[in-house]
């Protein structure tokens, strides 16, 4: 079945460190996005990417980089600059028939 | 029941009622909207979506409705089952703006036996 996968489903980081979240679709959809969720709150855009090769920044963009070398893939790298990293991130694509999403990886600091 | 706002309240509904949950958008510009239903730990899935041009439109069992000149939207859960019971968001997006959507907060919705 076509699909987004994320990886892992549960993830820890210490304070300090860099970690890179996986997602891969099997869609061949052009448009990946990476959203945000904190408990109580909606998501919120982190990285979004239109083509290979080509993103932009969303609305809560510090302390995160991503890259798209590729049309399948869109991972997501926390870096040691974003203050409150603990949440649960979520994975998206778009295409013809709308949006589909990852089932989330859920990240904590420790 | 009947909910409204952007935070993340509770809707508790008798199984086999009717839900009504509800949603004020913020941009005059967004010219469509989804509603998705999230369970705990899991992503998202779309439920049913609705442009601007129109104001009502039905799915299985959901019917959205849209008021523009208000900037609300609902969602009605005909017959809610105990399988309702989730988070269930709304989303606005505006055509051309590289598909990204704007998030409601949330509303809790737990079907009670």
């Known amino acids: 079945d076509g699909g987004i996968t994320q990886s892992p489903k549960y993830l820890f980081r210490k304070e300090g460190q860099n970690v890179t979240l996986s997602c891969e679709q099997n869609?061949?959809?052009?448009?990946m996005y990476w959203y945000r969720q904190d408990p109580g709150q909606g998501l919120r855009l982190i990285y979004y990417s239109q083509i290979v090769n080509d993103f932009q920044k969303g609305d809560i963009a510090e302390g995160y980089s991503v890259s798209r070398e590729k049309k399948e893939s869109f991972p997501l790298t926390v870096t040691s600059a974003q203050k409150n990293p603990t949440a649960f991130y979520l994975c998206?694509?778009?295409?013809?028939?709308?949006?589909?999403f990852g089932s989330g990886t859920r990240l904590t600091v420790v | 029941g009947e909910n409204v706002g952007l935070h993340l309240p509770t809707l508790s509904v008798q199984e086999g009622d009717n839900s009504i949950i509800n949603c004020a958008y913020s941009?005059?510009?967004?010219?469509?909207f989804i509603w998705y239903k999230q369970e705990s730990g899991k992503g998202p899935q779309f439920i049913i979506d609705i442009r601007s041009n129109m104001d009502k439109r039905q799915g299985q069992r959901v019917t959205v409705l849209l008021n523009k000149t208000v900037k609300h939207l609902s969602l009605q859960i005909a017959a809610t089952q105990p399988g309702d019971s989730a988070v269930y968001f709304c989303?606005?997006?505006?055509?051309?703006?590289?598909?990204?959507?704007?998030f409601g907060a949330g509303t809790q919705v737990v079907v009670t036996p």
């Open positions: 941009n005059s510009a967004s010219d469509y």
């Open positions: 989303a606005e997006g505006v055509t051309g703006s590289w598909g990204k959507l704007q």
């Open positions: 869609l061949n959809h052009d448009a």
């Open positions: 998206a694509s778009y295409g013809a028939y709308g949006y589909t």
